[in-house]
């Protein structure tokens, strides 16, 4: 099943309740929050303030990107806040394993993020673990890129590895979707 899921980037905080209506109001399946740090990415947005309240006025599930460089120190005050998706980036966790199984005693659906370049064959150890993986298919930091069709290729590969080690991994694609490729995405 497809799932639509918007990023909040692109709202205008300024009316950013008025936002979060109108794309739910749209049909959108789910709310995607990207969390930037200006470590890990050179962009800065919001935390968990924020997403407090996001969590207040969102009738549809909310997709935390954390795009930091200390995604740990997150993860159970969103999991306490009752974020229903969670993605942490593999180049910055060192203790991956225990960070998924974190989330899923939890109950947070926990997903791995991986940059344009990071081959998804790094994450085979662990892909039995996952709920889903979240292919950047811009460099992430900064919203409005251009997709980048090597992305093509990875999803492909990664469909063909979760085929019998996990036929229910869903497969999020973040940065560059419009109406031009989303069919073929």
């Known amino acids: 099943m497809i799932k639509i899921a918007p990023s909040l980037l692109s709202a205008d905080f300024v009316n950013l309740e008025k936002e979060i209506e109108l794309v739910q109001n749209a049909g959108a399946n789910i709310l995607h929050l990207d969390v930037m740090d200006g470590h890990f990415v050179p962009n800065l947005t919001f935390g968990l303030p924020i997403i407090r309240q996001i969590k207040k ?6 997709d935390v990107h954390l795009m930091v460089t200390n995604p740990e120190i997150y993860l159970e005050p969103l999991a306490n806040l009752g974020i229903e998706y969670i993605s942490i980036h593999q180049e910055t966790v060192l203790h991956l394993h225990r960070q998924i199984l974190l989330l899923k005693e939890r109950g947070v659906k926990a997903g791995i993020a991986l940059n344009p370049a990071t081959p998804v064959a ?17 460099n992430p930091g900064f919203g409005g890129q251009n997709f980048l069709p090597l992305v093509y290729n990875k999803i492909q590969k990664l469909r063909e590895f979760t085929k019998i080690q996990n036929p229910s991994l869903e497969i999020e694609i973040d940065g560059g979707v419009n109406g031009e490729n989303a069919k073929s995405l």
């Open 57 to 62: 006025i969102a009738k549809i599930p909310l």
């Open 122 to 138: 790094t994450i085979l150890p662990i892909i039995s673990e996952l709920d889903f993986v979240l292919l950047m298919s811009v």
